[in-house]
């Protein structure tokens, strides 16, 4: 989701359809304290791959229990587990994160193209008091995260962004190295749509970049996940990631997740493997998870730039939000 300009391309890239996957998404609503996951065996040296066809003898069942779960049943910023910005550096004085010229650096990515600003309650944009602006909304247990046009007033007080919309992160209040990390939501479409639940490294640096999930806006039922990493020797970023279509993205919920082994990543869609790949170098440090609205991009296909067909407001509503960690001993027996 960061910098999409400067990445290399990507290692693989397909598109794989899922079958019934609908059928399985009531059942999988919960967050259980404790889950039981059917991962892959292969190799870890088998680099990059879709799982078109597992064979079930390459199956086995992996034991973990719940580190975090949000099941929005408040507003996400009453609890303090979400910050709705991205963070700073260690000099970076808490009073930029909420208004003046500069504010709007960590709440936005601008080399993507993006024409939204992030906002919350109390940010203030340039002006001298917080603007009271809220794209969170809770409704019966379900997050909506709002992108809508920025009022013709507000334009100058925000930069002149073309929407206003909400990131939330969890940057300073939650981060692991390796486990399950997975996100129930419907993804919502639209010209220059860009919604996205992610993951980075808490030390601050990138890569590494998980993008367990992306919503390509423009292509209703197209989803891509994606893991991306450096070369050391060379400087270059490397990707490899797959598209799934899933055909009720945007009209039912549907888990999406990503497990951390110490040699592999695997993805899921409701908690059935769908791609893995070996973990490439410089997964070092916990990461923190991240989930955002974007408007409009100038790298990602499927997600154009702002025009007159773009919706006045969307939203990506999230059931929950949940970690898991392995259960090592368990899965020794």
């Not at 197209?222 to 055909?247: E, N, Y």
């Not at 888990?255 to 170098?281: A, C, H, M, Q, T």
């Amino acid at each position: 989701m960061i910098d999409r300009g400067t990445k290399g391309a990507l290692a693989a890239i397909g598109l794989l359809t899922l079958p019934a996957l609908s059928a399985a998404q009531d059942e999988l609503g919960d967050a259980p304290r404790g889950l039981s996951l059917q991962v892959t065996t292969d190799p870890s040296t088998i680099e990059c791959r879709k799982l078109e066809a597992v064979n079930t003898s390459s199956l086995e069942f992996l034991p973990l229990h719940r580190t975090f779960n949000d099941d929005f049943d408040e507003h996400p910023l009453s609890h303090g587990r979400w910050v709705p910005h991205y963070a700073g550096g260690a000099a970076w004085p808490d009073a930029r994160y909420w208004g003046g010229d500069g504010s709007d650096f960590k709440r936005k990515t601008s080399a993507n193209g993006e024409q939204q600003i992030y906002v919350d309650p109390r940010y203030a944009g340039r002006a001298g008091v917080p603007l009271g602006l809220d794209p969170f909304k809770v409704t019966n247990g379900v997050l909506s995260i709002v992108a809508s046009r920025t009022p013709p007033e507000l334009k100058p007080v925000l930069f002149n962004n073309e929407y206003i919309s909400g990131v939330l992160t969890t940057q300073g209040t939650f981060a692991q190295k390796h486990g399950y990390f997975e996100i129930r939501a419907k993804v919502p479409v639209g010209h220059a749509v860009w919604p996205a639940f992610w993951m980075l490294a808490d030390d601050g640096g990138w890569p590494p970049e998980v993008d367990v999930l992306e919503g390509r806006g423009e292509r209703p039922g197209d989803l891509v996940m994606t893991t991306h990493w450096r070369i050391p020797s060379t400087q270059k970023i490397q990707s490899c990631g797959f598209d799934f279509a899933v055909g009720d993205a945007s009209r039912a919920f549907h888990n999406y997740g990503v497990l951390w082994e110490e040699d592999r990543l695997v993805y899921f869609i409701d908690r059935r493997p769908v791609s893995d790949i070996k973990v490439p170098i410089g997964f070092d440090d916990p990461m923190y998870m991240i989930v955002n609205l974007a408007i409009g991009s100038k790298f990602f296909p499927g997600v154009s730039p702002v025009d007159a067909e773009s919706p006045e407001s969307v939203a990506f509503e999230i059931d929950r939000i949940s970690a898991y960690q392995i259960d090592v001993e368990q899965a020794r027996r």
